[in-house]
C-alpha cells in the first residue's frame, strides 16, 4: 500500500492529535486498498498499539478477527436489505463502546445502498453520538448523495502503481500546453498522447491535478479533478471510448481569458 502513504500518515495524525471526525469516504476503484486501509484504521483506533502485523501489538479479539466495537457492511442493491444492513448499523451505534471510546463502522460499496437506505443513513449521520465513526467506500463521490458526502471527509483511492508524473516532462509540457492562452485547438493537442492509453494519461492526469490542487485549491481545479476522476473511473471499468473520454475532459474547460492558464507551472 505504498502508493497510499500520504493518506495513511494523513490517518495516523487524526489519531495522534485526537483529531477523528466522525465520517470518512474512502473513494476511488482501488477497492483493495480501501478494505485494507480502512480496516487498519479501524484497527488502530480502537486498539492505539495495533500494529499491521498480527503477531505484533494487536491483542486477542482482533488476531481473531473479532471486535465488538467494529462492524463490517457489505451494501446491497436489494432494497430490503439495504434497510436491514442500515438498521442494524443504527442499532450498533447506539450503543455504548465495549472497550474503549469508539465504535466504529465500515460500509463498503456504499453506492450500492437504494434511496431509502441512503436517507436512513443520513439521518445517522445527522443524530449519531460522539463515540462513532462511519468509513463509507464508494467507487465515485458522484454515487452517494451531496448531503452525505458533504459531512465526510474525502479520501482519493486511485491506483498509481508507484509512478511519479514528474518524471515524464514530455506529459507535463502537453498539459501545461492545453492550458495555454494560446491553446486554440485543444483536440489536436491531445493527438500527441498517441503513445499512452488513455487510461495511463488520465492517471497521470489526476496525479498531476492533485499537486497542483494541494498547491493551489481552488473550485475549478475541484470541479475538474472530479470531472476526471469520474472519466477514470468509467475508461477503467466500462467500455467507454477514448476519445469519448477525450472530448468530455476537453468540454469540462471553460475557456474564458479570465480562467486559463491557472495550471500553469
Keep these: 500500500m505504498n502508493n497510499y502513504q500520504k493518506i495513511t500518515d494523513y490517518l495516523n495524525k487524526c489519531i495522534e492529535n485526537n483529531g477523528l471526525s466522525h465520517a470518512y469516504i474512502f473513494y476511488g ?56 444492513l442500515i438498521r442494524q448499523l ?22 450500492k445502498l437504494n434511496i431509502y437506505a441512503q436517507n436512513a443513513l443520513l439521518k445517522i449521520f445527522e443524530e449519531a453520538p460522539n463515540h462513532a465513526i462511519i468509513i463509507l467506500n464508494v467507487k465515485t463521490i458522484d454515487g452517494i448523495p451531496e448531503t452525505i458526502a458533504s459531512r465526510g471527509i474525502k479520501l482519493p483511492f486511485w491506483r498509481q502503481d508507484g509512478v511519479d508524473i514528474e518524471t515524464d516532462k514530455k506529459i507535463i509540457e502537453i498539459f501545461n ?16 498522447f498517441s503513445d499512452y492509453s488513455a487510461i495511463e494519461i488520465f492517471k497521470f492526469w489526476i496525479i ?9 485549491p481552488n473550485q475549478k481545479l475541484n470541479n475538474l479533478l472530479k470531472t476526471s476522476q469520474n472519466i477514470y473511473f468509467k475508461l477503467n471499468e466500462t467500455n ?10 476537453l468540454l469540462s474547460f471553460n475557456c474564458d481569458a479570465n480562467k486559463t492558464n491557472f495550471l500553469k507551472f
Excluded at 500546453?177 to 491531445?190: C, G, P, Q
Excluded at 498531476?208 to 493551489?216: E, I, M, V, W
Excluded at 467507454?240 to 475532459?249: G, M, R, T, W
Design 177 to 192: 500546453e492545453i492550458f495555454s492562452n494560446e491553446s486554440k485547438d485543444r483536440y489536436s493537442i491531445i493527438e500527441k
Design 208 to 216: 498531476f491535478l492533485r499537486a497542483k490542487f494541494l498547491f493551489s
Design 29 to 84: 476503484p482501488d477497492e483493495l486498498a480501501k478494505k485494507t486501509i480502512a480496516l487498519k484504521f479501524a484497527n488502530k483506533i480502537l486498539n492505539p498499539d495495533f500494529s499491521s502485523d498480527a503477531s505484533v501489538g494487536a491483542p486477542t479479539l482482533q488476531r481473531r478477527g473479532f471486535n465488538p466495537d467494529l462492524i463490517l457492511i457489505s451494501a446491497d442493491t436489494d432494497e430490503e436489505r439495504s434497510i436491514n
Design 240 to 249: 467507454i471510448n477514448p476519445k469519448f473520454a477525450y472530448d468530455e475532459l
Design 90 to 111: 443504527k442499532k450498533f451505534l447506539i450503543l455504548s463502546p465495549y472497550y474503549g471510546k469508539y465504535k466504529i463502522a465500515v460500509i463498503d460499496a456504499a453506492e
